[in-house]
């Protein structure tokens, strides 16, 4: 079983559309998150749920919009795609926000914008 | 603020080379330390961690990182690499608040 997973694995799309990635995690964790890794590898926090809900949003645009319907789940839908919207979106979930809680990351969403 | 640097880009190394990984922090409270590790085309995983206690740390795959406090450092080492070592490698930092992660360092194990 896989601890987090996150569909789809790519994204393709043109300027201007909107599109969802989804992700579930079955460890029973608390918190969810969503980094961004850029083309240069660089991983970014973009969001931090607990408990479905946000604790944390770290100057992203407001095209983006996470939603957690539950514990379980968190998705990150973003409105009119821009070409800087290119990177690798990793999920993750840990059992608390901070400390000590060590993050299980997802196979990530390699987005391409066109 | 947390923060973390990674000094080397890139390091490139031939088989059963000795390793090591540079990482500092900056945090002005109780500090938990993390290494992972990103196969090319893979998802990120947890080599080692420190929370508190002995500061050198043995995690996985024959990975070990020591802690020192007074250098605010976190270095990776690695007796004897292999050419499936080869990865990217991310030092992350946790106080109260998320995972914040260093740039990576790309490491290539040649034959």
């Known amino acids: 079983d896989t601890a987090v997973s996150q569909t789809p694995k790519y994204l393709v799309t043109q300027m201007g559309n909107d599109k969802s990635i989804k992700c579930e995690q079955n460890?029973?964790?608390?918190?969810m998150y969503w980094y961004k890794q850029d083309s240069k590898k660089f991983l970014k926090i973009m969001f931090s749920?607990?408990?479905?809900?946000?604790?944390i949003n770290e100057t992203v645009p407001n095209r983006f919009s996470p939603k957690s319907p539950d514990k379980a789940h968190l998705n990150l839908h973003i409105n009119s795609l821009e070409l800087g919207d290119s990177a690798v979106y990793f999920c993750?979930?840990?059992?608390?926000?901070?400390?000590?809680?060590?993050?299980?990351f997802g196979q990530g969403t390699r987005l391409t914008v066109v | 603020a947390q923060s973390v640097s990674q000094h080397n880009h890139h390091v490139i190394l031939s088989e059963a080379a000795s390793l090591e990984l540079g990482c500092n922090y900056s945090?002005?409270?109780?500090?938990?330390l993390f290494w992972y590790v990103q196969y090319p085309g893979q998802h990120l995983q947890l080599l080692l961690k420190?929370?508190?206690?002995?500061?050198l740390v043995k995690g996985i795959k024959g990975f070990e990182a020591e802690f020192i406090k007074s250098k605010f450092s976190f270095n990776l080492r690695k007796p004897s690499v292999q050419w499936s070592d080869t990865a990217e490698y991310f030092c992350?930092?946790?106080?109260?608040?998320?995972?914040?992660f260093g740039k990576g360092t790309r490491l290539s194990v040649i034959a």
């Open positions: 460890l029973g964790h608390d918190t």
């Open positions: 420190y929370f508190s206690g002995d500061p």
């Open positions: 945090y002005g409270g109780t500090v938990n």
């Open positions: 749920y607990n408990n479905k809900e946000l604790i």
């Open positions: 992350a930092v946790s106080g109260n608040t998320p995972l914040v």
């Open positions: 993750a979930s840990s059992q608390q926000l901070s400390g000590t809680a060590e993050a299980f």
